[in-house]
């Protein structure tokens, strides 16, 4: 469990340099908060997630490279990492200093931190549900069809979280341009959720009659 601790501060931390060293000085609330309830989710679903799957954390704290890892999964996992990063720098120096496309009005900015924590906890749910939600794409032996928890509603709730973070955060950060780019790396997630399932279909049989019976891929009723 230390480890776990210890890797959970460590993304906390990364997070932090990307949102607060473009941010002005003093430092607005907005950021203090949203990094103050960022730690607050990610220790509470990675404990939940320990205490179901606690191999699986271990598994994800592994870089974004591995061995078996199919050369496209590298390069859009990397892609969409180094993106994220960027998105959380551009929220804050948009949001908090520039205002290049306006402001997120501050009845909004409050939906935005409901949408923040529902994506962090919807991706705990996900892992919880799911013993084989590796970070990188590769043959895993034992690998079977997951139809449990959010993998009733669409086949990448993990991802839906994601997206639902980062809209969440431009919101909360007030930054209209960061919510525009937002696309970039909802871009990439969409490509690897492409190349996921060419994959599984390749190595499941189970996969394409879930596939059948769960017809949205990330957004209900959408796609």
Do not use: K
């Amino acid at each position: 469990m230390i480890r776990i601790l210890v890797g959970t501060l460590g993304y906390v931390a990364l997070f932090a340099a990307f949102l607060l060293l473009p941010a002005p000085s003093p430092i607005p609330w907005r950021a203090w908060l949203l990094l103050g309830v960022l730690l607050a989710v990610r220790v509470a679903g990675n404990f939940a997630v320990y205490r179901t799957h606690p191999a699986l954390l271990r598994e994800r704290e592994g870089l974004p490279i591995q061995h078996g890892q199919p050369l496209i999964d590298r390069v859009l996992l990397s892609a969409f990492m180094a993106s994220f990063g960027l998105l959380v720098s551009l929220a804050s120096i948009d949001g908090l200093r520039l205002h290049l496309l306006g402001m997120v009005p501050s009845e909004i900015a409050m939906g935005g931190m409901a949408l923040f924590i529902a994506g962090w906890l919807f991706v705990a749910y996900a892992l919880t549900s799911n013993r084989f939600a590796l970070l990188v794409v590769r043959a895993q032996d034992d690998q079977a069809v997951v139809t449990t928890g959010p993998y009733r509603l669409v086949r990448h709730p993990m991802y839906l979280g994601v997206v639902s973070v980062m809209v969440g955060m431009c919101l909360w950060l007030q930054s209209v341009l960061a919510l525009v780019c937002t696309a970039i790396p909802t871009a990439l997630l969409v490509a690897r959720i492409v190349f996921e399932e060419r994959f599984m279909l390749g190595r499941t049989p189970d996969y394409s009659s879930y596939c059948a019976r769960v017809p949205y891929r990330l957004v209900p009723f959408v796609w």
